[in-house]
């Protein structure tokens, strides 16, 4: 039995009623403090998926537990297996081709970009393109002959300019060959207007430095006695010259577009003697009368010369009569099919300087050949003829 206290009597009656009701009043009505969340967004998503992650509260049994770590292993081991076979099936046969395809083009730019082009802002261009692409249809896109082709024009054309000699010649040489090619200017230009960048990356044109060789050989060696003062022509060597042990077997010419200033033959083919004799017999019954007519001939060709020097002879008359008494008697001997093929021939050749050794060294094997490009007269009407039939 609970005892209420005492009312102030200095309180009117239902005071404290009243104050009680307004205290209720306040603290229900009162707008209450928002509490700050105490967890952040991050937290928020991480409490969320730990929830999902975690163990149900609801018991599995043994078999489920292992089938679902089952499933698990082998996704890993298919994804494993999908991504070892995507590298080593496409992957990487990719790469590989890619880069087989790129040391391609590098080669090829570097063969066609060579010498002197090495550095030009083309092949550097080149390059960077090369090294940048990601596919093997990109690589084989990019054209290297064009523009190396382009660039090597120009770059010989002014070369051949500048390597000129006083009698408007310049001299090709063939990179590791030792073949060099005197010719004209002009037919220089024609040569690098009409070839590739896979020819002309070969080739450097030099101001001819040229000498006069002499050589000692046989009529076989001298184009068979019928090349002339001024014929142009090239030089070979035999098959059986070998180099270093070597067989030289090659198919061009050691030396192209040489000139023969003088050429001479021996002096016993010089010297004539000959006889023409015509006997014819006349019968008138029983006497016989022989006739026969003789006509000889003897003289020295060299000694000739020599009377017409002394003004023996006629000096003007003589030349004349002499002048290219050797190549109208080698002429005459091809004519009739008959000649002195024992005949030696001392032959004065134009050649660069640094090809004199070996012109020296080499004289026994040497070959002089008429290109029928500069063939004489005689051999364009030869060939006109049997191919004109």
Same mark, same amino acid.
């Given at each position: 039995?609970?005892?209420?206290?005492?009312?102030?009597?200095?309180?009117?009656?239902?005071?404290?009623?009243?104050?009680?009701?307004?205290?209720?009043?306040? @603290?229900?009505?009162?707008?209450?403090?928002?509490?700050?969340?105490?967890?952040?967004?991050?937290?928020?998503?991480?409490?969320?998926?730990?929830?999902?992650?975690?163990?149900?509260? !609801?018991?599995?049994?043994?078999? @489920?537990?292992?089938?679902?770590?089952?499933?698990?292993?082998? &996704?890993?081991?298919?994804?494993?297996?999908?991504?070892?076979?995507?590298?080593?099936?496409?992957?990487?046969?990719?790469?590989?081709?890619?880069?087989?395809?790129?040391?391609?083009?590098?080669?090829? $730019?570097?063969?066609?970009? #060579?010498?002197?082009?090495?550095?030009?802002?083309?092949?550097?261009? $080149?390059?960077?393109?090369?090294?940048?692409?990601?596919?093997?249809? @990109?690589?084989?896109?990019?054209?290297? $002959?064009?523009?190396?082709?382009?660039?090597?024009? #120009?770059?010989?054309?002014?070369? *051949?300019?500048?390597?000129?000699?006083?009698?408007?010649?310049?001299?090709?040489?063939? /990179?590791?060959?030792?073949?060099?090619?005197?010719?004209?200017?002009?037919?220089?230009?024609?040569?690098?207007?009409?070839?590739?960048? !896979?020819?002309?990356?070969?080739?450097?044109?030099?101001?001819?430095?040229?000498? #006069?060789?002499? $050589?000692?050989?046989?009529?076989?060696?001298?184009?068979?006695?019928?090349?002339?003062?001024?014929?142009?022509?090239?030089?070979?060597?035999?098959?059986?010259?070998?180099?270093?042990? *070597?067989?030289?077997? !090659? &198919?061009?010419?050691?030396?192209?577009?040489?000139?023969?200033?003088? *050429?001479?033959?021996?002096?016993?083919?010089?010297?004539?003697?000959?006889?023409?004799?015509?006997?014819?017999?006349?019968?008138?019954?029983?006497? &016989?009368?022989? &006739?026969?007519?003789?006509?000889?001939?003897?003289?020295?060709?060299?000694?000739?010369?020599?009377?017409?020097?002394? /003004?023996?002879?006629?000096?003007?008359?003589?030349?004349?009569?002499?002048?290219?008494?050797?190549?109208?008697?080698?002429?005459?001997?091809?004519?009739?099919?008959?000649?002195?093929?024992?005949?030696?021939?001392?032959?004065?050749?134009?050649?660069?300087?640094?090809?004199?050794?070996?012109?020296?060294?080499?004289?026994?094997?040497?070959?002089?050949?008429?290109?029928?490009?500069?063939?004489?007269?005689?051999?364009?009407? @030869?060939?006109?003829?049997?191919?004109?039939?």
């Amino acid at each position: 039995m609970t005892t209420k206290r005492p009312r102030d009597p200095l309180f009117p009656k239902g005071f404290e009623e009243t104050k009680d009701i307004k205290q209720q009043f306040r @603290e229900e009505n009162l707008p209450k403090p928002n509490k700050k969340d105490e967890l952040s967004p991050l937290k928020r998503l991480n409490h969320k998926i730990g929830i999902y992650l975690n163990p149900k509260t !609801t018991k599995i049994t043994e078999d @489920e537990q292992k089938r679902k770590i089952g499933i698990i292993i082998t &996704t890993l081991i298919l994804i494993t297996l999908i991504i070892t076979s995507y590298y080593f099936l496409i992957y990487q046969p990719q790469q590989e081709e890619l880069s087989l395809v790129k040391t391609t083009k590098l080669n090829e $730019l570097h063969d066609l970009y #060579s010498g002197p082009l090495v550095t030009s802002s083309n092949a550097l261009m $080149l390059e960077n393109k090369i090294n940048d692409a990601r596919s093997t249809g @990109e690589l084989e896109s990019i054209n290297i $002959l064009s523009p190396a082709t382009k660039d090597w024009r #120009s770059y010989h054309k002014k070369s *051949i300019t500048a390597n000129q000699d006083d009698y408007n010649r310049t001299m090709v040489v063939y /990179e590791n060959e030792s073949k060099d090619v005197l010719m004209n200017s002009r037919d220089a230009m024609n040569i690098v207007s009409s070839n590739d960048a !896979t020819i002309l990356s070969k080739l450097k044109f030099e101001k001819p430095n040229t000498v #006069s060789v002499p $050589l000692l050989v046989s009529r076989l060696q001298a184009g068979a006695g019928l090349i002339n003062v001024g014929s142009i022509v090239d030089v070979y060597l035999s098959n059986n010259y070998t180099e270093e042990g *070597i067989d030289n077997n !090659t &198919t061009s010419p050691e030396i192209s577009g040489c000139t023969v200033l003088s *050429i001479m033959r021996y002096e016993e083919n010089g010297e004539i003697d000959s006889e023409y004799s015509k006997s014819k017999m006349n019968v008138k019954g029983n006497t &016989t009368y022989p &006739t026969e007519n003789t006509k000889s001939f003897s003289s020295n060709v060299l000694e000739l010369l020599k009377g017409s020097i002394i /003004e023996g002879y006629d000096e003007k008359q003589t030349i004349d009569m002499l002048k290219d008494y050797g190549i109208k008697l080698s002429n005459y001997e091809r004519q009739i099919n008959l000649g002195d093929l024992d005949a030696q021939y001392m032959i004065l050749i134009e050649t660069p300087r640094d090809k004199v050794n070996f012109m020296i060294n080499n004289m026994d094997n040497i070959v002089l050949t008429i290109p029928t490009a500069n063939a004489p007269n005689w051999m364009v009407n @030869e060939i006109n003829t049997t191919y004109s039939n």
